[in-house]
Structures are given as C-alpha cells and as structure tokens.
C-alpha cells in the first residue's frame, strides 16, 4: 500500500477479508482529485485497467476478479460476485457499451453503469471476446485440452445467432 496520499478505498467480494492487500492502483481525476484503490483479485490471471470515461468509469479485472467503478464516486461500483471468473472486459466502437466475458456468459453494461443484458450460459468458459459492430465474437471452451469454438452473439440483446 502507498504510505502517503489518500486512504485506500478497499473493493472486495466479501471473502476473504478486504484488509488484505490485493491490485493497488492510484487514480487521479481530471478535476485534479485522486484515490487508491486496493481490488480484491481472484487466485490467477492478469490485472487490467480500462478507462472508460464517456461514463465516468474505470474497468478493473483483477486476476480474474470484476470491479467497474465510478470515478468521481468509488463508492458506486458494480462486480459480478464472488463467484465469478473474468477473463476480459471490452468497449464497443462508440464506447456507449461494456461487454464483460464472464466465465459462462457475457454481460453488457451501459453509460449508467447498469447491466443492459447477459447472455445465457454458454455450454463452456468464455475464452475471448470480439466486438464486430453488431455481433459479439466469442471463444468458448467447452472441454479442456479441446478445439475453442466460437459463437457470435447479438450486441442488442446478448441472444445467440445460428
């Protein structure tokens, strides 16, 4: 943890404890503010930060756990659970939407920060994700040590194209 500037804000998933130390960043507002943010991250994968400011918003994967937080009020955020496993988190063209790859499933969230749709489960892990305009390109893997497979999904309403 920083030993000087703000006092973190802890985001957690409710087990383990938030006092321990996870992703640390330090964020600073165009209006000059700043704040640390100590994320709570899943057992294994990579950290990743998007800025997404056409919502006032960062996107946080930590090590497989989802935070997506309101910069101007970090008390406002949105995850996906405890249980959950996030391999990718991705903008549309326009940056009006998020689409989250979450484990089974993919999530798509809107400028308010509210879940606009979620797919249904997906017979598999959610490998990768694509936006192709209209359609969302997904990886799947439905058995380890397989081929992926891929599936194309509406980006209005997360529905599967046959």
């Known amino acids: 943890m920083p030993g000087d500037g703000p ?3 802890h985001f957690h ?13 330090r964020f600073w507002n165009v209006d000059g503010s700043e704040w640390v943010g100590n994320f709570q991250h ?19 994967v930590a090590a497989c756990n989802f935070y997506l937080v309101n910069v101007a009020d970090p008390t406002r955020f949105a ?6 496993v996030v391999s990718r988190a991705i903008l ?5 939407t998020l689409y ?3 484990e089974h499933r993919v999530i798509a969230y809107g400028l308010d920060l509210e879940p606009i749709w979620q797919s249904k489960r997906l017979g598999g892990i959610v490998i990768s994700i694509e ?16 081929p ?10 997360g529905s599967w194209f046959e």
Do not use: M
């Open 7 to 9: 006092v973190p804000k």
């Open 13 to 25: 998933l409710g087990h383990p404890t938030p006092w321990t130390e996870g992703f640390v960043v």
């Open 42 to 60: 899943g057992g294994f994968g990579q950290n990743e930060i998007t800025a997404w400011p056409e919502a006032n918003a960062v996107v946080v």
């Open 79 to 84: 995850s996906v659970g405890p249980q959950s």
């Open 92 to 96: 549309n063209e326009d940056h009006t």
């Open 100 to 102: 989250v790859a979450e």
């Open 131 to 146: 936006d192709r305009s209209s359609v969302i390109e997904v990886e799947i893997e439905e058995e380890l040590g397989k």
């Open 148 to 157: 992926l497979v891929k599936a194309r999904l509406s980006s209005r309403d």
